[in-house]
């Protein structure tokens, strides 16, 4: 009996594990099946709300995307209204200019004819603008919409306001050096004699007759043109598939909606449920823009209760309701295609893992009946071993886990560490209603004790430092260090932006202290950059991306500055997006010009040469002033490929100005760092001289002492190479660096431009004619030509006479010019002249 019942002992021992593994996994092959089942169902019912939620964002970002293009025309306009005012009235001085000149030993009312019959025809804007001209006295000259004025006095002339719209231009015009921008209201054709609109205009002083030119444009009819291309740029707008824009006014006129949906066409013939859609629409619109939705399910009897969903917002300013919607109907095809993919995939899977279950089955049954009777001896043995390799895992794994949260020269957390901290603490923020500060801090110049102390030091100051923020802050604020010498805080629960500035005070009192190192004292200041939730940002990576944006412009200072990142900082970041965007496309689309402002001789007050000036005109942005495009030009890498265009520009303009010979006009032509020091530059340029075919020696190329500061050495032996090559090399803004003095030795400098800092103050500041005096006297003993820059008025220029200052440049001689401006008054005038 014993024996038997030891034999039904080692049976179960072989038997029953196979038995419990079948058994086990037939339970696990049906959990896994139902559990598959719930998952195909829940996925197809979440699929639905993902589409929706998905196209809801889309509509959302692209109604945002027209409303801020729609705000920014508008507030364009404007100023490209005056631009234009005032490119028109230059035009027409200019057309009066060369008449006279041209005639002038005519009788004066020959030439007045001359010039009225010139600019009487002349219309723009469409036809609206025109030129008018009135002496100084108030006597009308021209009058391209009321002629019948010609010839009579308007000085008393007013508004319905009351005011005397001819005497305010005139006295603008003369308090403000000749020229002026001025608004007043007038009235508009087609449009009753007691309505008048608002116009905007420039007037410009004629000083041979007493007269001034101007002309002007009523404001909203420029806004009225902004309108139409914005709405026919709106009619084109690519909106996809599935939405569509449409911008409508307050009163549910339809301004632009340029798509009709096939699968909707049961929608059109509904007019009543239409305005009912659109007064719902105007009804629950806003500023802040806000999604809608509209039950269209009586309209159709498809199984799926179709619902317009839409997402506008109101641009106050114009009355308009710019959105877009998409029917939920659009999405069933695309559903049922992704509902029967993922029950086939569901299937797939459950297929693999049912017939891997099966396989596993049988090898597990297998292996239990031959590890059954090894298990027993082995068991102890396995366990002990099993109990310390998990030790050793759930060690090693804490060790990781801290290594990769945390910085291994400070034990601060790491950047990761420190976004999963800020997401905590937004949600404790949120549920107490209160603020929260993330700052990012960068020591400045931490380079330079790398650099004179060696990284040993670098890396022992900042764990010191690091020592004594984690003494100084609250249990509650978290700091990190993103490497190098950047830190990141986080201080949550602030009642108020107060609070953020005293933590920023306790930062600075804590980065300004001296640390002692290896025997040296360290005083280091830092730039920090804050971002406050939830004004700045909702999450975790947009505060951190925000605070570095201002951390940024802190850097820029080096002087420990504290930036809060605001509306503005945004919009100018977004703006030198834009910029940079443009300025990518800027030579292929030819808007880069080059202008020339005259060099004159003091001997003779004659054109010996010009200097070459580069001008971006966009159509989005306008005119972009060259100390901003040329910056970007050089961050971007684009200033090579710009400076090549306006170096042959230049060369080319000069040529056809001034054939090769004795008496040829020079160029002076800017040359930014990167370019000097780009491989190959005297190579490049040289080129373009052989090719054009002007003489080398007529080109004089400007650096600035910024150029020289970066690499003196390398400075001096390039400009030595392309001084070989017999180009002139100037010294821009003389006077104004540290070593100016010193570069005349070590630089082969044929010429030197005295700052206009020093010009300006010439006759009013005896400190600054004893500089320009001994900068005149150093360049006579180098045998430098001297060219003095901003020379605007009279007595300047014959001080610098006095001085025998070679070549003179400024607004008392003239502005930049275009070429052809430049060849009809230093060449074809002087012509005309001489022929007669």
Known sequence: MLVWNDHKLISLIKYAPAVTVCFFMIVINIVIITDNQEKANDSILSLREDVISHQKQQIHQQVNQVVSVVEFRKNLAISQLKQESKSRVDEAHAIASNIFKNNYDKPQSEIITMITDALRPINFNEGRGYFFIFDMDGNNILHGLKPHLEGTSVWDAQDLRGTFILREHINKIQQQ?????????????????????????????FTPFNWFIGTGEYIADVENDVKATLLKWISEYDYGDHQRLFVIDTNGRILANPISHEQHAFIEHHEHTTQQMVKHLLDQVSIEGNFMEFDLSNLTEVKKQPVEISYAKLFESWGWIIGSHFNSLDFEKYLKVKQEALLLNNHEKLM????????????????????????????????????????????????????????????????????????????????????????????????????????????????????????????????????GDEFGFCFPDLDNVQQVHQKVTLLQDIFNREFAVNDTQYNIKASMGISIYPSDSLDPEGLIHKADIVLYKSKAALNGQVTFFNAEVDAQVSYEYQLEEQLRRALANNEISVLYQPQITTKNEQLQSIEALARWTNPKLGAISPDVFIGIAEKTGLIIDFGLFIFRKACEDTLALSPNG????????????????????AESITQIVNEVGIDIHRITLEITENLVLQDLKMTAIILNELKALKFGISLDDFGTGYSSLSYLNELPITEIKIDRCFINNINSSRQSNALVKAIFAISEAYDITVVAEGVEEKEQFLTLKSYQCDLIQGYYFDKPLTLEQLKLKYFYFKFVSNGA
């Open 177 to 205: 050096q000749g020229e002026a921008f001025y608004h007043w209201w007038y009235q508009k054709p087609g449009y009753p004699v007691t309505q008048e609109f608002e116009k905007v205009g420039f007037g410009r002083e």
């Open 352 to 483: 693999k893992v049912l017939t891997l279950s099966i396989i596993s089955t049988f090898a597990m049954v297998g292996g239990c009946l031959f590890a059954s009777n090894l298990i027993a001896n082995r068991f102890k043995r396995f366990k002990n071993r099993i109990e310390k390799d998990f030790k050793k895992l759930a060690n090693s794994k804490a060790t990781m886990q801290h290594m990769a949260l945390h910085d291994a020269l400070t034990g601060l957390p790491n950047r990761a560490c420190f976004l999963e901290q800020i997401k905590q603490d937004i949600q404790s923020t949120i549920a107490q209603e209160k603020k929260l500060a993330v700052v990012l801090v960068d020591i400045d110049n931490f380079k330079k004790i790398n650099d004179v102390y060696g990284h040993s030091s670098g890396d022992a100051l900042l764990k010191k430092l690091s020592q004594a923020i984690e003494q100084s802050i609250a249990a509650q604020d978290t700091v990190a260090r993103f490497g």
């Open 662 to 681: 004795d008496s040829a006009i020079n160029v002076s032509i800017n040359i930014s760092p990167q370019q000097l020091m780009h491989i190959n530059f």
